[in-house]
C-alpha cells in the first residue's frame, strides 16, 4: 500500500510540474520514471527481505 502512495504522490507532483512548466516536461517525465522504480524497487527490497527473514 505505501509505494502505492508513493507513486501516487510522484505521478501527481509531475503532472502539476508539467503543467506549469510544458516545457521542461521531457526532464520531468524522466525524473518521474526514475522516481517510480526506485519505489518500486524499495518495495520489491522490502518484500524479498520480508520473505527471507520469515522463512529462513
Do not use: C, H
Request: neutral net charge; hydrophobic residues 55%.
Amino acid at each position: 500500500m505505501g509505494p502505492g502512495i508513493g507513486i501516487g504522490l510522484i505521478f501527481g507532483s509531475a503532472i502539476e510540474s508539467m503543467a506549469r512548466q510544458p516545457e521542461s516536461a521531457g526532464m520531468v517525465r524522466t525524473t518521474m520514471f526514475l522516481g517510480i522504480a526506485f519505489t518500486e524497487a524499495l518495495a520489491l527490497i522490502g518484500f524479498v527481505v520480508f520473505i527471507l527473514l520469515k522463512y529462513a
